[in-house]
T-cell receptor, first 113, second 115 residues
Framework: NAGVTQTPKFQVLKTGQSMTLQCAQDMNHNSMYWYRQDPGMGLRLIYYSASEGTTDKGEVPNGYNVSRLNKREFSLRLESAAPSQTSVYFC????????????FGPGTRLTVL | AQSVTQLGSHVSVSEGALVLLRCNYSSSVPPYLFWYVQYPNQGLQLLLKYTSAATLVKGINGFEAEFKKSETSFHLTKPSAHMSDAAEYFCAVSPGNTGFQKLVFGTGTRLLVSP
């Protein structure tokens, strides 16, 4: 079972470059999420999509945009990358009904120089 | 609003020793509580969750956690550590009601297991 897949696994950008992180799930989940993980800070929610057709800001949305392309896919875009966006990015999905278990992808390690 | 505090960014135990990872929560409504584990270079996976059915929750790999409302705690334990338990552990909370919910994660505790 694929579960939640993310591409790419690694990426190095220069300051000011743009890129899109892709995420797809094959579990027919309603809700999808993007997190960033930084040392000592746990996981912080960037954006989420409670259901197909909706997106909302999380705790740290500045510098990011998202698109819920369809029920399966949820992408995260960095329009003008900054060194502060160097992080590990995780996509997750969940059925969307309480109590909700989130299922995580393997992550994308992004370095911005 | 919900929040989680994990005491100790690192915990070291010997193989065979008791594992105790601490988690205290704050929630304005009865919560749902979760423990996730992250092995090196992987995503998070669910260990166990409390959903008000029983205060002692058993999870995978021999872990369990007890919900104590009076102490606002949900500590994770395992009687005997194994080398394969070395990982980072995250406690998370969400409001214990119906409908869509977001998780709030703690900052994580890295478990180190020595031979």
């Amino acid at each position: 079972n694929a579960g939640v897949t993310q591409t790419p696994k690694f990426q190095v950008l220069k300051t000011g470059q743009s890129m899109t992180l892709q995420c797809a799930q094959d579990m027919n989940h309603n809700s999808m999420y993007w997190y960033r993980q930084d040392p000592g800070m746990g996981l912080r929610l960037i954006y989420y999509s409670a259901s197909e057709g909706t997106t909302d800001k999380g705790e740290v949305p500045n510098g990011y945009n998202v698109s819920r392309l369809n029920k399966r896919e949820f992408s995260l875009r960095l329009e003008s990358a900054a060194p502060s966006q160097t992080s590990v990015y995780f996509c997750a999905s969940s059925p969307g009904l309480a109590p909700d278990t989130q299922y995580f992808g393997p992550g994308t390690r992004l370095t911005v120089l | 609003a919900q929040s989680v505090t994990q005491l100790g960014s690192h915990v070291s135990v010997s193989e065979g020793a008791l594992v105790l990872l601490r988690c205290n929560y704050s929630s304005s409504v009865p919560p749902y509580l979760f423990w996730y584990v992250q092995y090196p270079n992987q995503g998070l996976q669910l260990l166990l969750k409390y959903t008000s059915a029983a205060t002692l929750v058993k999870g995978i790999n021999g872990f369990e956690a007890e919900f104590k409302k009076s102490e606002t705690s949900f500590h994770l334990t395992k009687p005997s550590a194994h080398m394969s338990d070395a990982a980072e552990y995250f406690c998370a909370v969400s409001p214990g009601n119906t409908g869509f919910q977001k998780l709030v994660f703690g900052t994580g505790t890295r478990l180190l297991v020595s031979p």
